[in-house]
């Protein structure tokens, strides 16, 4: 039996963890292969490793909500290594293959390629390595891509909204020059990162002047550039509608200077959609590489989407949209056992509806601005929570 459910002290803001399914108290082998209610399986596992950041990103933590006030958690409430490590395990055991470390900026959870050298200790049922990856600002790559290599980080995503220094710099809001974030992406390189990619999120009033010269400048870099739409996540950065600049446009633009051609997903419930520049015959030329478009608004995804997150203080959510999480965290506090732990996970999987994004899109398609979709299950007065708490 499951032990009963501590209520986590330093919840931020918003609200209680919901009760576990009834289904956790039930023991549930970990089969590598849990569906959820959907038919979704569980694959890809992200893990916020601090709610911190150094940049002040107005469409995820604005400087007005996130200012010397605000109250970061405590040490002790964040998961120790040795805690998200066991969790992380209990996640392989039931198929999950990828991890992708998060934050806030995860570069400043101090010796960060500790946890990712024991993450890489883990083996799927079928004996292979993890996927693990990280997204990061792209500030401190400079001085720690090289031992985030080393400690067996397979893959690497830098966030980059613009080449041009004066809108980087109004875009982080902390006057942080896209020249170190240029020299952490060649760092990584020479570090030997063979898959790295680059997002920018695209603000219809900020940056869209900057898409082709970001197409023109990672053309044939061996990196992949990849345009996310500006996402109503949280509850603070202002989100509307109108400055969503959809994918379909971000296209229409590149290919009037390159020409594109579409390429097949390299992975089932890969979140991009991806066009590979073409060659002056009209081919893909995999010299040149590809580009890739993250359509969260305007195509939900939401039918294969098999991801799970994990917040800094052990909550996992089921959807970058939820209103509520289930606390793992006082699970590995009390002294559950594994078998415990992972029948708690099969069963919060098994019961998941999720599909914000979808219900989002049912909610314009009928007139609606998209603003405050809801799946009707968000209490009144409750707030969804932060992309910093639970990474993207
Ligand atoms: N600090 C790291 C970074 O910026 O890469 C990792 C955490 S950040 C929350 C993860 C990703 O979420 C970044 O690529 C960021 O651009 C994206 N993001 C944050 N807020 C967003 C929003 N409102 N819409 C779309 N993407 C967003
Ligand atoms: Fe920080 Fe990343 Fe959010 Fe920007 S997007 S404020 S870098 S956590
Ligand atoms: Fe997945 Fe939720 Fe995004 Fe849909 S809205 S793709 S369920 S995270």
Redesign the pocket.
């Known amino acids: 039996m499951i032990k009963r459910v501590i209520p986590l002290l330093d919840l931020r803001h918003i609200q209680r963890s919901a009760s576990f399914p009834k289904a956790a108290s039930a023991v549930v082998p970990a089969s590598g292969h849990l569906l959820d209610a959907r038919q979704r399986p569980l694959r890809d596992l992200r893990i916020s490793v601090t709610d911190r950041?150094?940049?002040?990103?107005a469409?995820?933590?604005p400087k007005e909500v996130f200012d010397k006030h605000y109250r970061y958690l405590p040490h002790s409430a964040m998961l120790s290594f040795e805690e998200i490590v066991r969790l992380a395990g209990l996640f392989v055991a039931h198929g999950v293959g990828k991890i992708r470390l998060t934050?806030?900026?995860p570069l400043l959870r101090k010796n960060i390629e500790q946890l990712i050298a024991q993450l890489h200790q883990l083996r799927q049922p079928n004996g292979q390595p993890l996927d693990i990856t990280l997204t990061t600002?792209g500030s401190l790559l400079a001085r720690k891509a090289k031992a985030l290599r080393q400690a067996g980080l397979s893959r690497l995503t830098v966030?980059l909204d613009s080449l041009d220094d004066a809108i980087f710099r109004r875009m982080?809001d902390v006057d942080f020059p896209v020249a170190q974030v240029l020299a952490g992406l060649d760092a990584a390189q020479a570090a030997g990162f063979a898959d790295i990619k680059v997002n920018m999120v695209v603000k219809r009033s900020t940056n869209v002047a900057d898409i082709v010269p970001m197409a023109r400048h990672f053309r044939g870099s061996g990196m992949t550039l990849r345009f996310i739409e500006y996402m109503d996540v949280g509850a603070t950065n202002g989100w509307r509608m109108d400055e969503v600049l959809p994918s379909a446009e971000v296209l229409r633009l590149i290919a009037e200077a390159f020409p594109l051609v579409p390429l097949e997903p390299s992975a089932p419930g890969e979140t991009a959609q991806r066009w590979g520049y073409a060659d002056a015959q009209g081919n893909y030329d995999p010299q040149l590489g590809e580009v890739g478009v993250i359509s969260s608004v305007t195509q939900a995804f939401c039918s294969t989407c098999n991801r799970a997150r994990l917040s800094t203080e052990g909550q996992l959510y089921l959807c970058l949209f939820a209103h509520q999480g289930w606390d793992l965290r006082s699970l590995l506090r009390n002294g559950s056992s594994d078998e415990e732990m992972s029948a708690a996970i099969a069963g919060i999987w098994g019961q998941r509806q999720d599909r914000y994004s979808e219900l989002r899109a049912e909610q314009m398609a009928q007139g609606g601005s998209g603003e405050a979709a809801s799946d009707g299950t968000t209490p009144p007065g409750r707030k969804r929570i932060e992309?910093?708490y639970i990474g993207?």
């Open positions: 950041c150094n940049f002040r990103c469409y995820c933590m934050g806030g900026e600002n966030s982080n992309m910093s993207g």
